[in-house]
Every structure is written in structure tokens, then in C-alpha cells.
């Protein structure tokens, strides 16, 4: 039997988009959020946990759980996993939880990753600047995102600033990768075990925040877009993982290096929406239902996606644009909040770049 109330810890974006997706293939989703008002408001029903009884609600009204962050809780995830499957599991999700964990996990894979130390104290962050060669990166083990809980320590100087800045955290020290560009794979593994990956990304950042993805890859060598395949799917089987999982990449010089994954669809990914066959959400429901995945393959020769950050701005030059799709969240203005996206499509990467230009206004403006 085809499961058909999916329940989503969390209420955002993504709860949405995977709803609109799902909503569809006649699934029913349950959202357990705190929030009255949310992006998801209007695509399903709303279990607030501060409610008398909302766990064992939540639970007794669905099917199987997903969750929109790698930050949910793993208790509760354990508690739910008694009664109902959580998809995915408890391994994806302890492991994208912990930088340490993660990247020790990547290289017992064989999966390539920057250099890294365990930092407790200033004198072990002298002792990894010494081992790593500066400069170095340092992070926060747990709860890091966008760039936030990070430092880069240039010169031994910087070392005072950083401690203070993350002093009282487990911390990572991380050699500095010489990228040339940052990538993402995102791929959807069924109960049966059944893969398809998406087209790797091109990601662009502004201030720790993704700003644009492309797809596909200028010029990337078919010996690492085979390697971005293999490194995903060794993960994939590995965690016995079902649903969606993104893989964060450096794209050096030797190969790909990885920098972290996410248990989720993926900001990277949203192209997929109009620009693949079927899309990360659309896999992710279908996986997390034990439906049969769809072809992730792109649609179109080439794709963008444009994130909407801050202010909403005047979205009629959008709309006008007839390879642009506008996607909005129901959130209201604040500065760094993601409020929405565009994607755009074109029969050639010079098609995308045109679109893009006459939007260049909106994206300085809201990108
Ligand atoms: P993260 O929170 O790990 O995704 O890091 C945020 C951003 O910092 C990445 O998107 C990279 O641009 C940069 N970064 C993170 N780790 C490293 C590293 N080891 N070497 C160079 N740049 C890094």
C-alpha cells in the first residue's frame, strides 16, 4: 500500500515545496511547527508541539516523517522512529549533525575532504595552525549554517580573534581548499535501495548565503561528475539512507573535495522544480511514500536558479520574462531571509545568461 500521509517536522520552505509537490500524487501532509503562520499555512494541518498531546497526535495522524533541517532533533526523531518511520533515518541524520563525525565519516568512504583537527582549547587551535598550514578555517562542530560559527585564521594574529568569536564551542579546525568553484550533487535513494542523481550544480555565494545555482557545470571533466556521482551514492548505500541527500563539494584542481551534506532537498537544487523531469521534492515524497522514483534528468540544456533575499522587490519584470518561473514563500521581508526564488531555463547557457541579464535589476536588488 502506498502511504499517503507524509507528516513534516518543520513548516518552511522546503515543508512547502515538497507539499506542492506531494499534493499531487494524492499525499496529505501534517506539519509539526510552532508557527501559526508559515509557508506551509493552507497545504496541510498544522500540529503546534506546545499543544496538550501534539506528539502523540502528530504521530497517530501520519504515515511516515520527514523533516526540512539536518538541525531537527534527534531525540524526537528516535521517539517518532518507535511508532512511525522517519525517512531519513537516525544515521543520516547523526552524521550531517556533526562536522567531525561527518567528515571522518567521508573518509572512512574514501571521499576526499579538506584536512581537519578537533579544537577544544586556544592552544589546540595553535596546535592545528601549526599542523594544518594557515590559512586554516575553523567551525563550530554543530548548529553552523550559512557560513554562520566560522572563522578564518589568516596569520597567527587572527588566532586571539577566532578563539573569542567561538570559544565555548566544539570546534573544527580545517585546512584552507583552494577551490575553484563550489558544487552540489543531490540524489534520492528509495526503501528498495533504487538511486537516481541529479545534475550536478554550480553554486554561488554572497555573504555565506547561496545566491545563484546553474545547471549544468561549465567544463566540468566527465571524471568528476563521475566522482560526485560515486562519492553520493557511496553515501547513499552507506546510511541505508532514504529520500533526498545533498553533497557539498570543492572543485579543486585534483578532484572534488567534500565539504558537508545535508539529509534534505536542497536550496541547490531547486531548479529541478521546472528544469528536471521529476524534482527533489517530487523524489523526495516519492521516495519517503516507497513509490518508485522519477528521472531526475534536466529538461532543458540549461538552468538557473535565483534566490529572492530580503526584500520582495517588484516582481512584475518576473513574471514578464517568459523562461522565468516565480516562486514565493508566503514570508515577509527581513533582512538575509530567503523569501523566494526564480528559476529560469533556456535551450543554451547564452539563453539563461540573457534572461538573467534582464533581471540583473531584481537580482541586485533582491539576490
Ligand atoms: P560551510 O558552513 O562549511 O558550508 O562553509 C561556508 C563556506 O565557507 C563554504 O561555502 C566555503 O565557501 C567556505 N569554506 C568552508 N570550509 C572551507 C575550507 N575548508 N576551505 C576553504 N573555504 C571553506
Not at 567534500?258 to 517530487?282: D, K, L, T
Not at 532543458?300 to 517568459?322: E, F, P
Request: contains cysteine.
Amino acid at each position: 500500500m502506498t502511504t499517503k500521509r507524509v507528516g513534516v517536522i518543520g513548516a518552511g520552505q522546503l515543508g512547502r515545496m515538497m507539499a506542492l509537490a506531494g499534493i499531487p500524487l494524492d499525499i496529505d501532509f501534517v506539519f509539526y511547527d510552532e508557527a501559526q503562520q508559515s509557508p506551509c499555512s493552507n497545504l496541510g494541518t498544522g500540529i503546534r508541539p506546545s499543544a496538550n498531546n501534539a506528539l502523540a497526535q502528530f504521530i497517530a495522524s501520519v504515515d511516515v516523517v520527514t523533516y526540512e533541517s539536518e538541525n531537527t532533533s534527534l531525540e524526537l526523531v528516535r521517539k517518532i522512529n518507535l511508532q512511525k518511520p522517519v525517512y531519513p533515518g537516525e544515521l543520516s541524520l547523526s552524521k550531517s549533525q556533526h562536522r567531525l563525525t561527518e567528515k571522518t565519516e567521508f573518509n572512512d568512504l574514501g571521499i576526499a575532504t579538506a584536512q581537519f583537527l578537533r579544537v577544544t582549547s586556544k592552544d589546540e587551535l595553535s596546535y592545528a595552525c601549526q599542523q594544518l598550514g594557515l590559512p586554516i578555517v575553523v567551525k563550530t562542530t554543530t548548529e553552523g549554517y550559512d557560513g554562520k560559527g566560522q572563522a578564518v585564521i589568516k596569520t597567527v594574529a587572527d588566532i586571539d580573534a577566532a578563539w573569542h568569536a567561538l570559544a565555548g564551542n566544539e570546534l573544527i579546525a580545517e585546512s584552507f581548499v583552494n577551490f575553484s568553484r563550489e558544487l552540489s550533487v543531490i540524489a534520492a535513494r528509495d526503501v528498495h535501495g533504487n538511486i537516481q542523481v541529479y545534475p550536478i550544480a554550480e553554486n554561488a555565494h554572497h555573504e555565506g548565503i547561496l545566491r545563484v545555482s546553474r545547471v549544468p557545470v561549465k567544463d566540468l571533466c566527465p571524471a568528476k561528475e563521475q566522482q560526485a556521482k560515486d562519492f553520493i551514492s557511496l553515501l547513499l548505500n552507506h546510511l541505508d539512507h532514504v529520500g533526498v541527500l545533498t553533497l557539498e563539494l570543492f572543485d579543486c584542481e585534483d578532484g572534488l573535495v567534500a565539504n558537508e551534506m545535508a539529509p534534505r532537498v536542497h536550496n541547490s537544487g531547486h531548479w529541478s522544480i521546472e528544469g528536471s523531469y521529476c524534482s527533489q521534492f517530487e523524489n523526495h515524497v516519492r521516495a519517503i511514500c516507497g513509490m518508485p522514483l522519477g528521472n531526475p534528468q534536466a529538461k532543458q540544456a540549461a538552468s538557473a536558479m535565483i534566490n529572492i533575499i530580503g526584500k520582495n522587490g517588484d516582481r512584475d519584470c518576473v513574471l514578464a520574462n517568459a523562461n522565468a518561473h516565480l516562486h514565493m514563500y508566503g514570508k515577509s521581508e527581513r533582512p538575509n531571509r530567503k523569501l523566494g526564488h526564480i528559476n529560469v531555463f533556456g535551450d543554451s547557457e547564452g539563453e539563461v545568461d540573457a534572461s538573467l541579464e534582464t533581471l540583473a535589476a531584481f537580482i541586485d536588488e533582491c539576490g
